[in-house]
């Protein structure tokens, strides 16, 4: 490319009535002049003085723009014999590619290609019948920003730098007496390791307990983001099938032991049912012989309806097998992005020393505001009145659904959570009715989704009802119901 005239080239360009400053257009200018060859290397500039005069622009502005040039290395200069456009082409001969390979574009890794194509994250995170969502509205923010304003006032060092060991040693110790006395789970303050939610402690996990092409099973339909957790690391997903009892392995899934399952006992995730006791001790009981490690999502438990909170399976393990994850992002709001796990003691040290290795935590002055909250019982009362809210709007669906389907689309799911599952007949095409939802105003996701192998899955719309105002659910309601009415004509209402 031919070399320019620069205070020519310059002025073509430079536009003077622009609200971007003169010094950022020169400078980024120039930049683009050097990076094109259109001032080739060893080209000698202007001076400061002269460069300003033909622009019509103060000189301090063309010295801060050399500078700048300087010292991002695209000109060199030397006091006394001036400022000259430095070679910065790549030397190695390897970066010098024939045109048809500079011209191929980047990839991503398979693995990489894999979790994008089976992504299941939504852009909509919020709305009727958003799954899996708390009422955020509801949360006590007043409460919330009293307790931070008072800390801050007296913000340590300590709290504001990196937060190595697990996390704030107070938030431990209170999440640990939560957990033995709601969730019966047998631990040690030090057992806790405070983590950014339940994704990140099974990457955690997974990354400290399994190795590259390990198998893992997952339940069969399981939350698709803990598939795609383990799926990115290398894991080959064995999925397992689930009965009303819960999960299920067939022999063949017993004849080869995984190196880990990943279960919701409490809550099958999606379609709601709990493990039996005697799965419960019969998967403990498999774990213990093969070595094999159980990670225990126990991601809603605190929400029932029918009955008190039920036992969590890592208060039945004796041997060390179970990890147990839960997260404050439903009881709380999701946002907040704060979990905790459970490990076994002799993992304490590595999981502490992983978790500060990986992800270099913080935030301990939000851990700070939280155990607080927790000490002065608010955590308690919050999410007791948010059992009552959810329940009602739980039962204002559950009417809406059979005084307009009556017992055509049953509902499936214990009385529990934040969400079921309203089933469809196996013929429907359960993506198409949710995506035609969608097109409507109403978020619902498909069952199929959930599913690993798709040919088995069981048709169904998943709907939470939490996040919706008791007085919105019936009018929503309906405007789905239109849209399943309009693509299953064949509904026969009973
Ligand atoms: C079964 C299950 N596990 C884990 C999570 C995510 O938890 P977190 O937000 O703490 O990462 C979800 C979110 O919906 C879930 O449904």
Known sequence: ?????????????????????????????????????????????PSSRTLALDLGIA??????????????????????????????APRDGALRQPPEATKAPCTISRRGERLIAQAGVSPKQWGAFMPGVPDVAEFPARTWSRLQARLWKRASPELLTYAPGGGYR?????????????????CQPDQIIITTGIHQSIDLAVRLLTDFGDRAWVEEPCYWGVRSVLQSSGLTLVPVPVDVE?????????????????VTPSHQYPLGMVMSLARRRALLEFARQHKVWIIEDDYDSEFRYGSRPLS???????????????????????????????????????FRTGVAELYREGQLMQQAVLTEFILDGHLTSH??????????RRELLINAIRSRFGDALPVRGDEAGLHFVLELPDTADDR?????????????????????????????????YACVPNDQIATNFDRLAEVVEGMMASIVVS
């Open 383 to 392: 999410v007791r009145r948010m059992r009552g809210l959810y329940g009602e």
């Open 1 to 45: 490319m031919d070399t320019i005239i620069l205070a020519d080239w310059l002025s073509a360009r430079l536009d003077r009535a622009a609200a971007e400053p003169m010094y950022r257009q020169v400078l980024e200018l120039m930049q683009q002049a050097v990076l094109t060859s259109q001032l080739a290397p060893g080209t000698k500039l």
């Open 312 to 350: 969590s399976l890592q208060g039945l393990d004796d041997a060390g097998q179970v990890i147990y994850v839960g997260s404050l992002g439903k009881m709380l709001y999701p946002g907040l992005r704060m979990g905790y796990m459970v490990v076994p003691e002799n993992l304490v040290d590595s």
């Open 432 to 464: 198409a009715v949710a995506a035609a939802a969608l097109g409507a105003g109403v978020v619902t996701r498909p069952l199929g989704h959930y599913y690993m192998n798709r040919l088995a899955a069981k048709k169904g719309l998943m709907l939470g």
């Open 170 to 186: 107070p938030l431990r110790r209170a999440l640990s007496d939560y957990l033995r006395v709601a969730r019966s789970v047998k």
């Open 59 to 88: 000189r301090n502005t063309v010295l801060h723009v050399y500078e700048q040039l300087t010292a991002e290395g695209y000109v060199t200069s030397t006091t006394g014999s001036g400022t000259y456009v430095a070679d910065t």
């Open 246 to 262: 819960g999960l299920n392995p067939t022999a063949r899934d017993m004849a080869e032991p995984p190196r880990i399952a990943l």
